[in-house]
């Protein structure tokens, strides 16, 4: 009844073309960016940033980079975890070499070191596709984690071999170290989101998007068509790198501040990230956020209700967690091998036909 | 908007369970699951029938009762900070994280916070230099006072001279299992042997190759620095390769039961430090049995007792109330804040007498707290497994680890960690 495109006349190619063309799709953005911004920071909690919100925008940013290497490009990759301990070392070496940078270029920047390191091991790519590829990007993962516990330059020849993160600030507010205020930590991650979320949208609907799907569909398709398969790749691969060194890099700074890589960046970091590309949906910027937030906020919120909320004993409640969790993905895949993303789909169409569907 | 309903249940959820000011909080991160959950379970279990029996029998710690708030944390450094915010507002006294990656995250932010860390035996060595480290404690001995220990009880084993020797450490690839090996360096530079490292990955499960390399290079004593799953697998791997395992000897946090028990009588002879007696002839367990086990009270499944974990949990809940009478003393006031506990804390000692009237004569080492030293008196013993009679014998008396080593490694590790944050050195 009121979410249909009928009467919201377009009068112009970019218009036409704009990310929501339903009016209630734009308006909800607006609202929920407007609530993210300018609410949320005044009421944020300790616990809500440290353990529910700052985590799930982390892990927003480095979803949409693995969508876009595995949902768009088609190039399945078990590196995740390597290329986030590769922002988080560079931005700790950055951070400990020049004291002065600013913390945002120091994010930046580790995202642009993790872009060339992802672009050497995405070299492989461009001669062996699919599973063989994951095995290669798993290669990837265990050499990187192998090298920042074996080559102490990394982490500033500390006994331990812990990364810890020196406190820095940004127009004056602390960002990074202890006393960083919780709305500080949360503004500081979403800057990244918006700005991140909104240049994928819009790569992946341009020419560089098209060829990525292009190559993911049909790889010598693409080639007699005209798309340089060793362009599109390494690009992808460049720029989902960026972003996942970007999330490496706040998950160390800002989130966790001190980290040691074999337990931070391990494999099952990769495979949690690659969970939240299939549940969110492949191919999709929204599922992207949808597959974070499953992963990120469903144990967070099983734990509070089982023993919080029910006073279960924490072992069982712990065990549960899992038991639910799994339970809620297989069901989820069962009913949509596409990801949550879809199941949004399918309740757009039908909310444009309700009441009256055929 | 499905994530923001999510994440305001979520919100809801929490501040549901308000601060409540009345008891004295003790929050237990413990971990009852996963890879490491041999080794946490027992220790947890203990923390809380120790404070089940402070509210059971003396009805809490000068009048008031205890509240132990239990949190999963399943050994992993982003659950451990997921459970210090959802208990740090609830009013809690003291971390005891049992977990040295946990406490690196929390030093910065529990010091931030003015909560203090107790690390018994694990954690951050140089935190024992009370002049940076303000807020974290690590009394009665640091990982630097184990490594100490178990290089001198090699040398008596060897009579004084262990020139020449080789000497492997196998640890756990992390925080906890790097943190030895500044001491060891030096110690071979002193005492002559040559050490080798041979790292193991988390969780342990898988190392063949290490002991392999073992085999090949035939190291005189192997020194390990393992937690959870690894112990079991290290202990049943040396004796599959027929290591002779008096050579082999563990840190106080590789010496359990259920650390031996799966090798059977392949771990017979194995030895590992002890930070406090094994064994269960206190004269606590009456008191416990009384009023905890027999009133249906016990933590977890209630099989843990007596064991060298269980005792652990039992001691490091006994520092704690001791540490909070202090502060009451110290005060006046029973219902104390973190700040006060600290002090407790800091003005805390115990002695053989105190431990006796505690309950638990004859158990861990005698220590006292000045505003300079966090670190105990850095006494340790060695135990050794009897496969047959299933039991930790001790082999030493208590061995006084290296102090003129040690302390000059603390001074430097923590003037580093002084300057980087830009700390100012307090007991001046």
Redesign the interface.
């Known amino acids: 009844m009121w979410y249909r495109e009928a009467g919201d006349f377009k009068k112009t190619y970019s218009e036409d073309s704009q990310t929501f063309p339903i009016r209630l799709d734009r308006i909800g953005y607006f609202v929920i960016l407007l609530v993210a911004v300018l609410v949320v920071p005044f009421f944020i909690t300790s616990y809500a940033a440290n353990a529910v919100l700052v985590p799930f925008l982390i892990y927003a940013i480095a979803v949409l980079g693995l969508n876009i290497l595995t949902g768009y490009c088609g190039q399945v990759s078990l590196g995740t975890g390597g290329f986030m301990a590769v922002g988080a070392y560079a931005s700790y070496k950055l951070m400990t070499s020049f004291p002065d940078l600013n913390i945002f270029f120091v994010v930046i920047l580790a995202g642009f070191v993790t872009a060339a390191v992802g672009m050497m091991f995405g070299l492989p790519s461009l001669r062996i596709k699919g599973f063989y590829l994951a095995v290669a990007t798993l290669a990837a993962q265990f050499f990187l984690v192998w090298l920042f516990n074996k080559v102490p330059w990394f982490y500033n020849y500390s006994a331990s071999g812990q990364i810890n993160a020196p406190e820095r600030t940004l127009l004056g507010y602390i960002i990074t170290g202890p006393n960083t205020s919780p709305s500080a930590k949360y503004l500081f991650c979403l800057a990244f989101v918006i700005l991140l979320a909104w240049i994928a949208r819009n790569l992946t609907r341009g020419t560089l998007g098209r060829s990525w799907m292009a190559i993911r569909d049909m790889d010598i398709a693409a080639e007699i068509i005209g798309v340089n398969p060793l362009k599109a790749k390494l690009s992808a691969f460049g720029v989902s790198s960026f972003f996942i060194g970007i999330a490496g890099a706040l998950y160390f700074t800002v989130y966790l501040g001190a980290v040691e890589v074999g337990e931070a960046f391990g494999i099952t970091q990769s495979f949690l990230v690659l969970f939240m590309v299939i549940i969110g949906g492949l191919g999709s910027i929204l599922g992207s956020f949808a597959g974070a937030a499953f992963l990120v906020l469903m144990p967070v919120l099983l734990k509070n209700v089982l023993v919080g909320g029910m006073g279960w004993p924490t072992d069982i409640a712990a065990h549960f967690e899992f038991i639910i969790v799994g339970g809620l993905i297989i069901t989820f895949l069962i009913l949509e091998p596409h990801g949550l993303a879809q199941l949004w789909r399918i309740i757009k169409e039908k909310m444009r036909l309700w009441p009256f569907p055929h | 908007?499905?994530?923001?309903k999510?994440?305001a249940?979520?919100?809801v959820?929490?501040?549901?369970?308000s601060p409540v000011m009345a008891d004295l909080v003790f929050p237990s991160l413990?971990y009852?699951?996963g890879p490491y959950?041999a080794n946490g379970?027992p220790f947890a279990d203990g923390y809380a029938d120790y404070m089940t029996l402070m509210n059971e029998r003396d009805g809490g710690i000068g009048g008031v009762p205890t509240k132990l708030l239990?949190?999963?944390t399943?050994y992993?450094?982003?659950k451990g900070?997921?459970c210090y915010?959802?208990t740090?507002?609830e009013g809690a006294l003291i971390y005891q994280p049992l977990s040295?990656?946990i406490t690196?995250?929390l030093i910065?932010?529990a010091?931030?916070?003015g909560i203090p860390v107790h690390s018994m035996g694990y954690g951050?060595?140089?935190a024992a230099n009370g002049k940076v480290f303000e807020w974290v404690f690590n009394y009665p001995a640091t990982y630097w006072d184990g490594a100490s220990i178990a290089v001198k009880h090699i040398m008596d084993q060897e009579g004084g001279d262990i020139k020449g020797k080789k000497i492997a450490l196998v640890y756990h690839?992390?925080?906890y299992g790097?943190?030895p090996?500044?001491t060891l360096e030096e110690l071979a530079k002193m005492h002559g042997y040559e050490l080798m490292l041979i790292?193991v990955?988390?969780p342990g499960q898988e190392q063949k190759s290490q002991w392999l390399q073992i085999r090949q290079q035939r190291p005189d004593y192997v020194l390990m620095w393992g937690w959870g799953v690894m112990n079991q697998v290290a202990i049943q791997e040396a004796s599959n390769i027929g290591f002779a395992m008096d050579h082999f000897i563990g840190i106080w946090w590789s010496g359990s039961e259920n650390d031996v028990l799966p090798a059977g009588d392949g771990a017979n002879g194995y030895k590992a430090l002890a930070l406090a007696n094994p064994g269960g002839d206190y004269a606590i367990y009456a008191d416990l049995q009384k009023h905890v086990y027999d009133a249906g009270k016990a933590a977890?499944s209630g099989d843990q007792m007596k064991t060298v974990l269980y005792n652990r949990g039992l001691y490091a809940a006994l520092l704690a109330v001791e540490a909070t009478r202090k502060a009451q003393e110290i005060h006046g006031v029973a219902q104390i804040t973190p700040a006060m506990m600290r002090d407790g804390m800091e003005a805390l000692e115990m002695t053989e007498a105190s431990m006796a009237a505690l309950g638990m004569a004859d158990f861990g080492p005698e220590f006292k707290n000045t505003c300079e030293n966090h670190g105990g008196s850095g006494l340790g013993k060695v135990q050794q497994w009897d496969a047959s009679a299933k039991t930790w014998n001790l082999i030493t008396d208590w061995i006084q680890s290296d102090k003129s080593v040690i302390d000059a490694l603390i001074a430097e590790?923590s003037a580093?960690y002084a300057a980087?944050?830009n700390i100012t050195e307090r007991c001046n």
């Open positions: 908007m499905k994530l923001t999510l994440a249940i979520a919100a959820a929490l501040t549901a369970a413990s009852r699951t959950a379970i239990e949190c999963e399943g992993n450094t982003a900070v997921e915010e959802a740090k507002g040295t990656g690196y995250q910065p932010k010091s931030a916070d951050r060595t140089s690839n992390s925080a790097k943190e090996i500044r790292p990955d988390h977890g590790d580093a980087e944050n």
